[in-house]
C-alpha cells in the first residue's frame, strides 16, 4: 500500500524557517518525482515545489522561489522542503505527493495526510 | 502566468448529473494533460480523472473527463449523483513555459441537495 507520512509542522514567527518531512512507503521511491502543494486556510490548492526521481530537476513557484528549497534523499525513501523566511502568507496546510512518473509533467496520483505551517507573531 | 478558471460552485440533486468546466487562459488545451482531484472536506485531494479523460482504478466511471478545444477549457461530468459526491474539485494543468509548474484552478464547491 502506498503511503506518505508527514511530519515537521508547527507555528513560526515571521522570517524563521522549518523543515517538512515526507516519509515514503509501499512503492520503490527513486522511481518516482515528488510535489509540495499548499492550500491555505479556506483556500485552493497552489503548487509549491517539485522533484524529479533523481533530484536532477527541480520547479519552483514564483511566491516562494529564493526561500524554499526541495530536496529528496532516495536512500532514506524521503522527501523534504526546508521552508525559509515565512511570511503570513505562508500559513496553509502543506501536502506532499507522488507524481505517476519519474519526471515532469506527470499527474499526482498519491498525496500525504498534510501538515499545518502556522506563521504567527 | 497560466489560469485555470472554474466556478465558484456547482449544485445538483441526487441522481442528476452535472459539469464542472476548467478554462484555460493561455495556449490550447489540448496542449498540455488536465487532471481532475476531488477534496472532501477534511482530507487530502484524490486523483478522479487524468490525462484529461482516464479514469483510475476504483474511481467510479459515473465520473469523466473531456476537454474541448473551441472553448478552450476542459470539463468534468459527474452522473447518477450521490451524497458522497459532495466535496471540492480541482483541475490542474501545466505551463507550456515550465513543464514542471502545475498549475491549479481554484476549485469548485459540489453541493449535492
Known amino acids: 500500500e502506498v503511503q506518505l507520512v508527514q511530519s515537521g509542522g508547527g507555528v513560526v514567527r515571521p522570517g524563521g524557517s522549518l523543515r517538512l518531512s515526507c516519509a515514503a512507503s509501499g512503492f520503490t521511491f527513486d522511481d518516482y518525482g515528488m510535489s509540495w502543494v499548499r492550500q491555505g486556510p479556506g483556500k485552493g490548492l497552489e503548487w509549491v515545489s517539485g522533484i524529479n526521481w533523481n533530484g536532477g530537476s527541480i520547479g519552483y513557484a514564483d511566491s516562494v522561489k529564493g526561500r524554499f528549497i526541495i530536496s529528496r534523499d532516495n536512500t532514506k525513501n524521503s522527501l523534504y522542503l526546508q521552508v525559509n523566511s515565512l511570511r503570513a502568507e505562508d500559513t496553509a496546510f502543506y501536502f506532499c505527493a507522488r507524481h505517476s512518473g519519474g519526471s515532469f509533467p506527470t499527474p499526482l496520483d498519491f498525496w500525504g495526510q498534510g501538515t499545518l505551517v502556522t506563521v504567527s507573531s | 502566468n497560466l489560469m485555470l478558471t472554474q466556478p465558484h460552485s456547482v449544485s445538483g440533486s441526487p441522481g442528476k448529473t452535472i459539469t464542472i468546466s476548467c478554462t484555460r487562459s493561455?495556449?490550447?488545451?489540448?496542449?498540455?494533460?488536465v487532471q481532475w482531484y476531488q477534496q472532501r472536506p477534511g482530507s487530502s485531494p484524490t486523483i478522479v480523472i487524468y490525462e484529461d479523460d482516464k479514469r483510475p482504478s476504483g474511481v467510479p466511471d459515473r465520473f469523466s473527463g473531456s476537454i474541448d478545444s473551441s472553448s478552450n477549457s476542459a470539463s468534468l461530468t459527474i452522473s447518477g449523483l450521490k451524497t458522497e459526491d459532495e466535496a471540492d474539485y480541482y483541475c490542474q494543468s501545466y505551463d507550456n513555459t515550465h513543464l514542471a509548474h502545475l498549475v491549479f484552478g481554484g476549485g469548485t464547491k459540489l453541493t449535492v441537495l
Open positions: 493561455s495556449g490550447r488545451i489540448a496542449s498540455n494533460f
